[in-house]
């Protein structure tokens, strides 16, 4: 190992073991020590917000509306919600007792996990690395986060954060390459909240079964939204627009491919047009030269994608839309693709970029087939006026969460659980959900000195306890 690396191990090894040593302190944090770190955290964001919008715009050109809406708003939701909520949350919950326990306490505690481990991506750099620390900070945990090395300026400014705002034995922060995550996730961490791709995920879950550490795992996938005839065509085009080509389709539920009904297609395609120039280009200028349009996050990315339109071109795309590419601006237009097989890899990767295939249907139970041959989305978007419609989808699929006409904002509502299922996640976040995740659910039970309602569980065992046991089973059984 190099002389670097040594000293990032080091320190590694070093601020892990007093997050360790200070985690069983936190253990007894009440609610006020742990309403103090949020608010500070909340004032720290609101002094710098001007800076939010800097470290965003120079690594993804991120319009600053866009960054207030899903970077800056996002996390002081969580936190106002953490705040307004906490006492609450961590009050111990009464279960009911059935009958075979009369006269027994039974309750719920809830406990911090202990250490933890924040891995965030590079999409969404500020508030993915926030939200779940809020979880973790309601909780009574302590934290360490590893931000992504693509997104150099956010990293370098939640850094700046995390050093003025705690101490390195609460929170902490390490940035740096691949091998900074391999030396973390090497380390006995109680609980580990990893937002990324599938396949990286799966490296997270195998280093955390070597310690049997819970996990928190938001990945992605190919989410579909479905637009079914007789819905209105300029809202769904509006709505889809927003939620694909937002920070330039670089989002985990982001629409991936689109299936419409067939009698609807044409009129819908020119509705999706007259949207996307009224969005990105209403001057005519070209949308390269929007203000309110991202950019790719890197060359490497851009490629990537770049890859995969070519691909469905020569496999017999055809391009309704876009497909302008400027690379040293690492640019991609907003690009909508009809003539879609499942032969093209853009049917088999998370696009994760401004591409938008549309494939027709012409029957609503065709819908169920497309979508369960593939892994289990993180989201899926139905645009109907039918209930039956709706009815059937939901019931014929599985997601990690559903918006009915309309797209992203379900991740926007703090109430709802934020997840996927299997492929695209396991477990969820947000609110009451996130401080869930980082905590353990203690079941206790409290029986009265020299009481029990269940003697005849004690050997010997002879006629009288025989007789006690079956009418106990006819009874509670």
């Given at each position: 190992m190099d002389p670097i690396a040594l000293h990032i191990q080091a320190n590694v090894d070093l601020i892990f073991n007093k997050q360790r040593h200070h985690a069983l302190q936190l253990r007894l944090s009440t609610k006020e020590e742990r309403l103090i770190k949020l608010?500070?955290?909340?004032?720290?964001?609101?002094?710098?917000?001007?800076?939010?919008?800097?470290?965003?715009?120079?690594?993804?050109?991120?319009?600053?509306v866009e960054v207030d809406l899903s970077e800056t708003y996002v996390v002081l939701a969580e936190i106002n919600l953490a705040i307004k909520n906490l006492g609450k949350w961590m009050q111990p919950t009464k279960v009911n007792n059935p009958m075979s326990m009369a006269g027994i306490q039974s309750y719920i505690q809830y406990e911090p996990k202990g250490t933890s481990l924040i891995i965030s991506p590079w999409n969404f750099p500020f508030q993915l690395a926030i939200t779940p620390l809020v979880s973790a900070i309601a909780a009574g945990c302590t934290a360490i986060i590893k931000p992504s090395e693509m997104s150099v300026h956010t990293s370098a400014l939640l850094s700046r954060m995390v050093a003025e705002v705690f101490a390195v034995e609460e929170v902490a922060l390490f940035q740096g390459e691949v091998n900074v995550a391999e030396m973390l996730l090497q380390k006995p961490f109680e609980h580990i909240f990893f937002t990324g791709s599938p396949s990286v995920g799966k490296t997270v879950m195998k280093a955390a079964a070597e310690h049997l550490a819970s996990v928190t795992l938001e990945l992605g996938g190919k989410s579909p939204a479905i637009i079914d005839k007789g819905t209105n065509l300029d809202d769904a085009a509006q709505k889809i627009a927003w939620g694909k080509f937002m920070n330039s389709g670089q989002t985990c539920i982001a629409p991936d491919y689109l299936l419409v009904n067939s009698s609807i297609l044409d009129s819908f395609l020119v509705h999706l047009k007259a949207q996307i120039i009224k969005m990105y280009d209403p001057k005519g200028k070209g949308i390269h030269k929007s203000k309110d349009y991202?950019?790719?996050?890197n060359g490497k990315n851009l490629k990537r994608i770049s890859r995969l339109l070519n691909d469905a071109l020569l496999k017999g795309a055809v391009m309704h839309f876009g497909g302008e590419i400027i690379e040293e601006e690492c640019f991609i237009a907003p690009t909508v693709l009809t003539h879609i097989s499942e032969e093209m890899d853009i049917m088999n990767e998370e696009i994760f970029g401004p591409l938008l295939p549309?494939?027709?249907?012409?029957?609503?139970?065709?819908?169920?087939?497309?979508?369960?041959?593939?892994?289990?989305?993180?989201?899926?978007?139905?645009?109907?006026?039918?209930?039956?419609?709706?009815?059937?989808?939901?019931?014929?699929?599985s997601a990690g969460g559903v918006c009915i006409n309309d797209t992203i904002v379900h991740y926007l509502h703090p109430e709802l659980p934020f997840g996927g299922v299997n492929n695209s996640g396991i477990g969820k976040s947000h609110g009451y959900h996130g401080f869930l995740a980082f905590s353990n659910q203690k079941s206790i039970l409290k029986q009265k000195t020299g009481f029990t309602t269940n003697k005849m569980l004690y050997p010997p065992y002879g006629f009288a306890e025989k007789k006690i046991s079956e009418v106990f089973i006819k009874l509670f059984g």
């Open positions: 608010k500070k955290l909340q004032t720290w964001i609101r002094k710098n917000i001007g800076e939010i919008r800097n470290a965003l715009y120079a690594d993804l050109k991120k319009p600053s991202a950019r790719i996050i549309i494939i027709p249907y012409e029957n609503i139970k065709e819908i169920p087939c497309m979508i369960n041959s593939k892994p289990k989305p993180l989201a899926m978007y139905v645009f109907s006026n039918e209930a039956f419609v709706m009815d059937y989808i939901l019931s014929h699929t």
